[in-house]
Every structure is written in C-alpha cells, then in structure tokens.
C-alpha cells in the first residue's frame, strides 16, 4: 500500500514503474505532469512526507513506507491551496504545464523559508523550467504567497 | 515503462544489502537515485538486479569522527547541508552541497551515492580530494578505508568493488580558508569547471577523467580537459585559472 493524498492506494503493478507513471497511469492522478522524465524539467514534483522530490526519479515501489502529496492533495476540494491563489492573482502560469510542479517546488521552499529572500526564492524554483510565462510573474507569486500564507 | 527490466531488491539492514551484493551477479545498488534513475530512463545501465538502501534506517546519520564529520550512506544531501554538526565542523561540504543540482534533487540525493557515481563534474568528489577525506566500504568479507586520492579511478569508475557498499564519507574538519567555486551554463548544472580549495589545498572538477589535486600557484599545469559542445579545452583551461583566483582571493 502506499499513501497518497491521505489514502491508502494499492501498490504498483509492477516495480520497474515510475512514481509519476504510477500516479498519472494507475492512480489516474493527472495533476502530476511527466515532462522530460529525466529530471531536469521538474514538472512532476510532488511532496514526500512534505518535501519536494522528482516523481520521475523515484520507483513507485519506494514511496510504499512514505506519504505522498500531488497536486490534487494540497488543497481541500474546491479550494485553492495559498500558494495557488497567489499563482493565480500573479498571473504565474500561462499554459499551466509546469504549474503543479511549481506549485509543489513552492510548497517545499516555503515549509522551510517562511519569509524568503529574493535568493531563497531563485534557488526554490531553479530546478523547475517554465517555457511561456517566465519567472518573474513566478517569483512575485511566491512573495505574494508568503502573505497570504500568514 | 522507461526503466528496462531488473529485480528489484529492499534489504531493511546493511547485513542483508550486503549478502545480496556477495551473491547477486550484476546488482547496482540504487540510493538516491537522482543519477541512476535517469540513466536508467534512458537505458544507459540495464542492471540485472536494483539493490534499494533507502530502507536501512542504521545507514542514515551524521556524525562527528576523529575530528572530522562521518556521513552515512543513507544520508540525504539536503540533511547534511542543513546539518549544525556539517556546518559547524566542516562548512567546506555545507557550502559545497548548497550549489549540487537543485534543493529537490538534494532533499533525494546521497552524499555517498554522489561518491559512488564519481560523476568528474559533480562537486562532492572533489571536496572530499580537496579536505583529505576517506570512504569506508564493506562487503561481507569485510571493511576497507579508501582515501579519495585512490578512490576515484576514472568517469563514473571508482575503487569500490562490485560486492562492496559504500557505507559511510568521513570529510575532516575544515581549517583556514575554503571557497568551492565553479561555472556551468545554467544554475545547477554540473559545473564546465570547478575548484574546491580546503586551507592550502586544492581540487579541481571538470576538468580530467577525475576530480585532481592541482598546485594554488599553477592550476592548470598539465591539465589537459577535453572539449564539447558548451565548452572548448582552452575554455575550460581559462575557467580553471579565474576560479583558482577566485578560490584563493577569500
């Protein structure tokens, strides 16, 4: 069994799967975007036990002793998570492909910095790419969340 | 599926890894996996067999040793970064960890696994060269210390041996000066160049098949780095000289 968003989901079919192919394909967790898959676009970040990791560097079989947290688990249903209001009221995403992952990335920089710098902020998010809206709308959304956080 | 088949190991104690490295042909042992993993979803390794170590609980610690700091091989990168004992002791591998990859891939990755892989770009091999640092490797025949000079033999090639793991790092206590300075395209990417400097001493990465110990006063004496698409040997040569400037100007 291995937990996630809260519930005990049965273990993956097979252990050669991916923790992001396991959520995406067998959890039907689509939050979790699968972008280069090797580790560089950060796209699938998702939390374990409340830290940021790549779902695509991770085996599903190894998250069995640990809680996961995707995107659709941050947030009640219906509501937005601080951190995705702020995203929102910034204009943070355009195409909203590497949001979730931003998203988590976020999640994790601020459980461990809750006021961070402007360098603390660049060094939270230099692991995850965004191709359309650009950073510094991201990097605003961030201070922004800190706020609302509060 | 992107990683190619293989089976699939979890020992829940260092005794039961290391059986399963004695008796398995083939076996990798898989840690933070934030360097196998992605050479496994391109299917540059095909193991036959994943020996998993991030379930024994004992491989996990940081502690003080003979003066300098022990650094077990369950020990995530971001732990140590943060850890008051590292920071304290031996803040050369504090500042180091602080520009390995990004803080994600750190709340995954190993300091022990970064050792094992002995990636010539990475930053850690090259601190542990740069401080005087050891390994301990053991196998069920028993354990060795490696010294970092004989340790790295070579790209991603290392002394350990197939049934060895590499159970522990032991950095020594940092005295006078130390900089780690390094230059990649893009923040986080392994470096084109880079030096770790502990007091007098000096290590270089990115620049030879393995991290080297080079001489303050003339860096880049008979290096000769090899060239490719971000950057040419004459390149990598001028890096080397502004950083050791650099290292050495704190």
Not at chain 1, 134 to 148: D, F, K, P, Q, W
Not at chain 2, 34 to 57: K, Y
Request: glycine letters at 10%; aromatic letters at 4%.
């Amino acid at each position: 069994m291995i937990r996630v968003n809260g519930r005990e989901r049965p273990d993956p079919t097979n252990v050669r799967l991916l923790l992001s192919d396991y959520l995406r394909h067998e959890l039907g967790l689509t939050g979790t975007h699968v972008g280069c898959e090797h580790g560089v676009c950060g796209c699938c970040t998702v939390l374990l036990d409340g830290r940021p990791v790549r779902s695509c560097l991770m085996l599903a079989v190894q998250a069995g002793r640990h809680e996961v947290t995707t995107i659709e688990g941050l947030a009640g249903e219906g509501k937005l998570h601080p951190i995705q209001q702020a995203f929102h009221e910034c204009h943070a995403l355009q195409c909203g492909f590497c949001t979730p992952g931003f998203v988590l990335a976020v999640a994790g920089l601020l459980a461990k910095h809750r006021k961070p710098s402007d360098l603390e902020i660049d060094e939270g998010i230099s692991g995850n790419l965004c191709r359309c809206t650009g950073y510094a709308s991201i990097r605003r959304a961030v201070r922004r969340a800190t706020e609302l956080s509060k | 599926m992107k990683p190619p088949p293989f089976d699939y190991h979890a020992p829940s104690t260092t005794a039961e890894a290391l059986d399963l490295l004695a008796k398995l042909e083939d076996a990798k042992v898989l840690a933070g996996g934030q360097s196998l993993i992605p050479l496994l979803n391109f299917r540059l390794a095909s193991p036959a067999h994943l020996v998993d170590i991030n379930g024994i609980a004992e491989l996990e610690y940081v502690r003080e040793r003979d003066g300098g700091v022990a650094i077990g091989a369950g020990a995530r990168q971001s732990d140590v970064e943060d850890d008051k004992t590292v920071r304290r002791i031996c803040p050369l591998l504090a500042e180091a960890l602080g520009q390995v990859a990004h803080p994600v891939i750190r709340n995954r990755g190993t300091v022990c696994g970064s050792l094992a892989h002995a990636d010539p770009a990475a930053e850690l091999p090259a601190v542990l060269l740069a401080a005087g640092g050891e390994v301990v490797a053991r196998s069920v025949h028993g354990e060795r210390r490696i010294t970092a000079q004989d340790f790295f033999k070579g790209v991603f090639d290392s002394a350990l041996e197939a049934d060895e793991l590499l159970v522990e790092a032991w950095f020594p206590a940092t005295t006078g000066p130390f900089a780690l300075v390094e230059e990649s395209r893009r923040h986080g990417d392994f470096a084109l160049a880079g030096a770790a400097r502990s007091g007098d001493r000096l290590a270089l990465f990115g620049v030879a098949p393995t991290p080297v110990l080079a001489d303050p006063t003339d860096p880049s004496h008979g290096l000769s780095p090899s060239g490719d698409l971000e950057a040419t040997p004459a390149f990598r040569l001028h890096l080397v000289e502004v950083l050791v400037r650099r290292a050495f100007a704190s």
